[in-house]
């Protein structure tokens, strides 16, 4: 499984916009890369994924780098509520559909 | 439309008893997976079914652990004999389809707490 690398933790104010980095060097040309997150006592929850191209939905913006051995999850405005673990994930357009859940990062929102 | 429900919400057995976690799925959804979260440690995955298909049991403990996707009914996940380390919170999600274009909707999860 394509492995993904995300900090520990972050911190950030609310209303701010926050920006969560992920790397995955070993990314395949077929790998979708999804983020989800996870808010505290509840089950994860969908967030953005894409393939290439920065994608927008109203949750949150992704960020693609050219290479794609990176992106960035984009909150442009956090509210308290966005406090979860988010998690960076590659899942592979064909064959097997499981995700597989690092350690996230854990996202602190200050009043 | 519903999203995916799990129950019961909390459950509690003691050693040696038979755990059994319910999943309906989203309407429309026809892919069923079941994921297993230990206290203070990430999702793992467990299992990936279609209706009365096993597609992936890679994560299943090879022991006492079983699944099941019936044409009708909602998906089952079976702990016989259950221990201590099986305390966990189990998650179900479900997809319209396979491959990375579809995204999960996972349910509200099950507390297992084994005494």
């Known amino acids: 499984d394509a492995k993904t690398t995300q900090p520990n933790s972050m911190e950030s104010n609310e209303e701010e916009p926050v920006h969560l980095p992920c790397n995955h060097s070993?990314?395949?040309?077929?790998?979708?890369i999804h983020w989800y997150r996870q808010l505290p006592s509840q089950g994860p929850e969908y967030v953005i994924h894409?393939?290439?191209s920065n994608v927008n939905n109203r949750m949150a913006s992704l960020a693609i780098a050219e290479d794609r051995k990176s992106s960035t999850l984009i909150l442009h405005r956090a509210t308290l509520r966005d406090a979860a673990v988010y998690y960076c994930?590659?899942?592979?357009?064909?064959?097997?559909?499981?995700?597989?859940f690092g350690q996230g990062t854990r996202l602190t929102i200050n009043p | 439309n519903a999203g995916v429900m799990q129950n019961p919400r909390h459950l509690v057995r003691r050693r040696g008893q038979e755990a059994r976690l319910r999943c309906s799925p989203m309407?429309?959804?026809?892919?069923v997976y079941w994921y297993r979260q230990l206290p203070e440690e990430g999702l793992k995955f467990m299992v990936y079914?279609?209706?009365?298909?096993?597609?992936?049991e890679s994560g299943m403990p090879k022991e006492r652990f079983s699944a099941e996707f019936p044409k009708e009914g909602p998906s089952i996940l079976r702990i016989q004999q259950v221990v201590r380390g099986d305390s966990a919170a189990y998650f179900c999600?479900?997809?319209?389809?396979?491959?990375?274009?579809?995204?999960?909707?996972f349910g509200p999860g099950t507390r297992l707490t084994v005494t």
């Open positions: 999600a479900s997809s319209i389809s396979r491959g990375g274009l579809y995204e999960q909707y």
């Open positions: 070993t990314i395949s040309g077929t790998d979708y």
């Open positions: 894409g393939l290439t």
């Open positions: 994930i590659l899942s592979p357009l064909q064959g097997a559909q499981k995700l597989v």
């Open positions: 309407k429309g959804h026809s892919h």
């Open positions: 079914l279609q209706k009365e298909n096993i597609i992936d």
